[in-house]
């Protein structure tokens, strides 16, 4: 009996279309002579028990052809490569929509040795901005591939205000930096997130301006963030794509804390049709400023941006943060309830916490791992 039935079936078996999709694998071959690349997987042939050899192409690049079914088009393929199929690539798996037809390439840019980004001073000093008319340094961190493969243009680019408090201890405004890049390293090597880069200007004497969209007459003073948002927009992101590996179409973040969460949010709700960052994070934001403004001026002026930017919110509730807190939940409120922006707005509620560096860096794991979570590639 099982023979008959398998006659019958044998011949749409035979004829079932395939998808033929390339994998490409760039790395540094003078690193590899002598051993072989391996890719490991879930679909098209692959598993994730034993690998598949890839040829050596040379020029720094192996390839192999996967040939899917046609059952597996939409579906999404899980990939990791090795070498001599024993040595697991770093990070995320790499993740592509298996296509509907052939031709396609899946690029893939592995590193295996390496754990921890760093951080480095752009071009050594300082930028100037015409728009501001000052000078500032800009610290760039890099994450764990960086200088192991020099093929992988990154996806992501993260923007963070207050660049000095970041990193570093000894330059830090405390004495104690937020220390992102462990944050950082962590999610990255654990597969959580893809890779980013972080670019941070530092402030400058003038930051209450700086970081301010409007005068405060409370505080006499502010009004000069459309100014410093024009200088990241077109002076700083211009230099740093041109500096550094991003491909062509990598997303913007923008994330800061105090002063520099509400310009962060408020870059997002400008008076324009054109918001090029797609991920707001605003922590411990001081949305008291000039009577509320933000919540009472500037979002109703505005309307809610589209498309809707990925946007995170959080607070303390000790010493400053207590009054952050409750400002920032009108300001959740509004977003959710009255622009409908649920779905992409999380608020988190930090017990606790008091408003600087320290609880900033314990916690900015949330809002990294909200905007870098890894999703799949198309062809
Ligand atoms: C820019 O700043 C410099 C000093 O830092 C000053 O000499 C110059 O006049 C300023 N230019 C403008 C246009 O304000
Ligand atoms: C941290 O800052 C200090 C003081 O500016 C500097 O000497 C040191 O090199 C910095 N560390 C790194 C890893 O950049």
């Not at 079936?9 to 760039?26: G, K, Y």
């Not at 752009?122 to 000078?135: A, C, K, Y």
Request: aromatic share 12%.
């Amino acid at each position: 009996m099982p023979v008959r039935f398998f006659l019958l079936f044998l011949p749409l078996v035979l004829c079932a279309p395939t998808v033929d999709i390339t994998v490409r694998v760039w790395y540094r071959e003078a690193r590899l002579c002598n051993h072989n690349v391996f890719i490991r997987g879930d679909l098209c042939g692959l598993s994730w028990d034993v690998g598949t050899i890839l040829t050596h192409k040379g020029n720094d690049n192996w390839e192999s052809t996967l040939h899917c079914t046609a059952s597996d088009a939409g579906k999404t393929i899980s990939m990791k490569v090795l070498v001599d199929d024993s040595q697991w690539q770093v990070g995320t798996n790499d993740q592509f929509i298996v296509p509907t037809r052939s031709g396609g390439v899946a690029e893939l840019y592995p590193w295996f040795f390496t754990s921890k980004g760093s951080y480095e001073l752009m071009d050594g000093g300082e930028v100037f901005s015409p728009q501001l008319n000052n000078t500032r340094p800009v610290v760039v961190y890099t994450p764990p591939s960086y200088l192991e493969n020099p093929h992988k243009p990154l996806r992501h680019l993260l923007v963070m205000h207050d660049g000095q408090n970041l990193f570093n201890d000894s330059t830090s405004f405390i004495g104690e930096a937020w220390r992102v890049q462990e944050a950082a390293d962590e999610l990255i090597t654990g597969g959580q997130t893809d890779e980013f880069l972080i670019v941070g200007p530092y402030n400058t004497a003038d930051r209450m301006n700086e970081y301010t969209y409007s005068y405060d007459p409370k505080y006499q003073v502010g009004g000069k963030g459309d100014l410093y948002l024009q200088f990241v927009r077109e002076t700083l992101l211009p230099l740093v794509q041109k500096r550094y590996r991003l491909t062509a179409d990598a997303t913007l973040g923008m994330m800061g804390s105090s002063l520099g969460g509400l310009i962060s949010c408020y870059e997002g709700w400008r008076p324009t049709q054109e918001h090029p960052f797609s991920r707001l994070g605003c922590i411990s934001s001081t949305f008291d400023w000039n009577s509320e403004d933000f919540l009472n001026v500037v979002m109703p002026r505005a309307g809610a941006p589209k498309p809707a930017p990925l946007t995170y919110l959080d607070s303390g509730d000790v010493g400053d943060d207590l009054d952050d807190r409750d400002q920032t939940i009108r300001v959740r409120d509004a977003m959710t309830k009255k622009y409908h922006l649920g779905d992409t707005t999380q608020y988190y509620l930090d017990h606790g916490a008091a408003h600087n560096e320290r609880y900033w860096g314990k916690r900015v794991w949330r809002p990294l791992l909200m905007f870098y979570q890894p999703t799949p590639r198309v062809f």
